[in-house]
């Protein structure tokens, strides 16, 4: 099933700008940035995606006015640490957390050189530990936002955002060795804070 979702979303990615690059309102944007991992508490301590660069892309498409209709993919790789009373944190493992996400951007001024905008998505968040202990982690995850397009030209542009992401664990986040593991059944909160550049069609 993940897999079909994976090549659903690649393939829109590729097709629609096949048929769509000679019509107005497309915009293709690659970014990076800093990622705040998120942090929960555990019954005898904590456990923490460390914060670290992420990059993604956006694919958005105008369906009114002001109003894009939006795909987007955001990856960060860091190390999951564990904080536990009394002893010293250690490196649990290594995660990558994936976002694929589909939702619609506000522009509150969509003409001139600075368009302040913002943003709601929705979609699937996949937790992989690249240690292999475990398999990936699929959650139901949303995102809200805001920023900044600067156009100093009509095709090239550059965007500046800060977003909250949640995924929601509905039964708990479990991450073994084969030996044990931790778990945590409350929800992370992370964020980003990105920059990028902006390909207008």
Excluded: C
Aim: net charge neutral; hydrophobic share 40%; proline share 3%.
């Amino acid at each position: 099933m993940k897999k079909l979702i994976i090549l659903g979303l690649l393939a829109i990615l590729f097709i629609l700008p096949q048929q769509a690059f000679s019509q107005n309102g497309i915009e293709l944007s690659g970014y990076t940035g800093w990622m705040l991992g998120g942090k929960v508490n555990l019954y005898n301590g904590s456990l923490k995606i460390e914060d670290g660069q992420n990059w993604g892309i956006t694919l958005s498409k105008q369906i009114a006015p002001g109003m894009h209709a939006e795909l987007m993919y955001n990856r960060l790789v860091s190390d999951l640490t564990v904080r536990e009373y009394g002893d010293v944190p250690y490196v649990y493992t290594k995660v990558a957390t994936q976002y694929f996400h589909a939702g619609a951007v506000k522009e509150l001024m969509s003409e001139g050189v600075v368009r302040p905008y913002g943003t709601g998505s929705m979609g699937a968040t996949i937790f992989s530990d690249r240690e292999g202990f475990d398999s990936d982690k699929w959650r139901f995850s949303v995102g809200l936002g805001g920023g900044l397009k600067i156009f100093p030209t009509e095709r090239i542009g550059f965007r500046l955002q800060a977003r909250m992401l949640v995924p929601l664990y509905f039964n708990g986040l479990w991450f073994g060795t084969g030996g044990g593991g931790i778990s945590t059944s409350s929800s992370i909160v992370q964020g980003d804070f990105t920059g990028g550049v902006i390909l207008a069609f």
